[in-house]
Nanobody
C-alpha cells in the first residue's frame, strides 16, 4: 500500500521555480511529522526540510530563504516550494514521514515516497 506519493518534479533552468507535492494517507498525515530529503547522483540522501502538524518548519542551511515547506491539512498534502533553483539542487527529492521527536536523519524515517526527479540546467 502506497503511503506517500510525490509529484511536481521536472526540468527547470537555473533561477527558476518548482513546487513539489506529497499526498499522504490520512493515518500518516495525522500522526507523523512530514519532511523532504534529496539524493544527488553519487551522494548520500540528505535532509532538506520538515514541517510539523502545527506548521512549524525546519530547513537545511543550504536551502534557507529559497525553499518553503507548507501543508494542507484538509488535503493530507505537503508542499515544497523551491525558488531560485541552482544546478546543484539537481537530485531525486523524497517525501518522508517520521514518528516522534527524533532528529531528521535517514535512519529515523518511517515512510518514504517513491521520489521525484528535479533537474536544474545551467
Amino acid at each position: 500500500q502506497v503511503q506517500l506519493v510525490e509529484s511536481g518534479g521536472g526540468l527547470v533552468q537555473a533561477g527558476g521555480s518548482l513546487r513539489l507535492s506529497c499526498a499522504a494517507s490520512a493515518r500518516i498525515f495525522s500522526n507523523y511529522a512530514m519532511g523532504w530529503f534529496r539524493q544527488a547522483p553519487g551522494k548520500e540522501r540528505e535532509f532538506v526540510s520538515a514541517i510539523k502538524w502545527s506548521g512549524e518548519t525546519t530547513y537545511a542551511d543550504s536551502v534557507k530563504g529559497r525553499f518553503t515547506s507548507s501543508r494542507d491539512n484538509e488535503k493530507n498534502t505537503v508542499y515544497l516550494q523551491m525558488n531560485s533553483l541552482k544546478p546543484e539542487n539537481t537530485a531525486v527529492y523524497y517525501c518522508a514521514a517520521k514518528w516522534g521527536p527524533s532528529s531528521w536523519t535517514v535512519a529515523n524515517i518511517d515512510y518514504w515516497g517513491q521520489g521525484t526527479q528535479v533537474t536544474v540546467s545551467s
